[in-house]
């Protein structure tokens, strides 16, 4: 079965430090989907970010980056010179695209709390 | 613009009383979800739907029944027998897997 782990409960930085969330995944399918999610405090998921498993570059999307390896099964999410509006839950997610047929939703890992201060 | 929207917002229940959550999706997507948050922990699946009249349990089903009666509706009922509703509800929608999920706003749902 499939399992997303997010070992870092909580994250507090100061505002401009950057930041790196961790998240490690397992899968038995060849083909899968990866997904970073953003939880601000309103409750709304907020999609940031969908790689598949072929594709292992490296991704930067203003002040956000992510690393995929696939030797590791790591996606890892990294915040440039953070800012107070990053706070947040952010959540990695698996979507297996053989198992189930390929519409089974979304594993989630718990989630980290990124606290920004000021 | 094309969404899915949850209806209440908040809700409250009674011990005792069964619910129904509204979700209702505009994206012509063909899978809807429904997934539970806790304090602390991540999303978990609740049902799933991949066409009309049909849907899956998911990894937490036990008290709650799901019906996709239309492509653009998946309600879902929080029965008497879920001992803990207290929660954080999401339902989802997606045109096929790993091409994009889409979530709603949510309905907080606390027990009285």
């Known amino acids: 079965a499939q399992k997303v782990t997010q070992a870092q409960t909580e994250i507090s930085v100061v505002e401009k430090e950057d930041v790196t969330l961790d998240c490690v995944y397992e899968?038995?399918?060849?083909?899968?989907?990866l997904f970073w999610y953003k939880q601000p405090p309103s409750g709304e998921l907020v999609f940031l970010i969908r790689r598949n498993s072929f594709d292992e570059q490296n991704e930067i999307s203003g002040r956000y980056s992510w690393n995929f390896q696939k030797s590791t099964s790591s996606f890892n999410f990294t915040i440039t010179a953070s800012q107070v509006v990053d706070s947040a839950v952010y959540f990695c997610a698996l979507s297996e695209a053989m198992t189930g047929g390929g519409a089974d939703g979304l594993t989630f890992g718990k989630g980290t709390h990124l606290i920004i201060q000021p | 613009d094309g969404g899915i929207t949850q209806s209440p917002k908040y809700l409250f229940r009674k011990e005792g009383q069964n619910v129904t959550l509204s979700c209702e999706q505009n994206?012509?997507?063909?899978?809807m979800y429904w997934y539970r948050q806790d304090p602390g922990q991540g999303l978990r699946l609740i049902y799933y739907s991949q066409i009309v009249n049909d849907f899956q349990k998911g990894d937490i089903a036990e008290g709650y029944s799901v019906s996709r009666e239309k492509k653009e509706s998946f309600p879902l009922t929080v029965t008497s027998a879920q001992k803990n509703p207290t929660a954080f509800y999401l339902c989802?929608?997606?045109?096929?897997?790993?091409?994009?999920?889409?979530f709603g706003s949510g309905t907080r749902l606390t027990v009285v």
């Open positions: 994206l012509n997507h063909d899978a």
């Open positions: 989802a929608s997606s045109r096929f897997a790993g091409y994009g999920y889409t």
């Open positions: 899968t038995r399918d060849t083909t899968y989907y």
